[in-house]
């Protein structure tokens, strides 16, 4: 079957850096997206990765390594406002998206 | 990016009547959109994938009877819940795929949240 794994909850500290993993185990393999979603609206695109390596955005970055079936998603200078929840979704090769159940950030003063 | 829109943001109904939910892709041709429903604390799940002028995809477990979707435009895609009952209530979010520059983006509509009586 189709599996992706990332940690149900994490904490941090605002200002510091956070590190939320995801390995996956899917039919194919055509891309790895990163989502923030904050309670009750809908996900926001992060990030795409489809090629081995780091992308960097601004305070986010994420890495991908396709031979591990692994990816992070690396948050830095934290702010209160990050607090959300994380999705990690692969694109299968027959091209549809399947999700990860997400991982909650906290970040405390 | 690129802006999908949802409307209603939210609706309130009586149990058994229909509702339909529209979705539509602002500034670019989606060819493929997506229906999610969200459940408080977990996971988003896809409802069915909808191709612009053929019929729906679903997912197993999800009533193709129930969950009417419509592609008509490459624009649009309307959900229509049909004699919703209150274990429908839900958060229903669309999403339209874009092919720019050889990479997948999806982007995502703002949701809408059923309540039913």
């Known amino acids: ?109 | 990016g690129a802006v999908v829109s949802q409307h209603p943001s939210w609706v309130i109904c009586k149990s058994g009547t229909s509702v339909k939910i529209e979705c539509r892709s602002l500034d670019f041709q989606a060819t493929t959109m997506f229906w999610y429903r969200q459940f408080p604390k977990q996971s988003l799940m896809l409802m069915a994938t909808s191709n612009e002028g053929s019929k729906a995809t679903y997912e197993q477990g999800v009533e193709k009877d129930k969950f009417l979707i419509n592609h008509a435009s490459l624009t649009l895609s309307t959900l229509t819940v049909t004699s919703a009952h209150p274990e429908d209530s839900s958060f229903y979010i669309c999403s339209a795929r874009e092919l720019a520059g050889g990479l997948y983006e999806q982007f995502f509509g703002p949701g809408t949240r059923l309540t039913v009586l």
């Open chain 1, 1 to 109: 079957g189709q599996n992706i794994d990332q940690p149900t909850e994490m904490t941090a500290t605002e200002g510091a850096i956070v590190q939320i993993n995801c390995t996956y185990q899917t039919s194919g393999f055509n891309g790895l997206f990163w989502y923030q979603q904050h309670a009750g609206e809908a996900p926001t695109f992060l990030s795409y990765n489809v090629l081995d390596g780091l992308e960097e955005k601004g305070r986010f970055s994420s890495f991908l390594s396709r031979s591990k079936g692994y990816s992070y998603l690396l948050l830095k200078e934290l702010q209160m406002k990050d607090s959300a929840s994380y999705l990690c979704a692969v694109i299968d090769s027959n091209y549809q998206l399947i999700w990860g159940a997400g991982t909650k950030l906290i970040i405390k003063p």
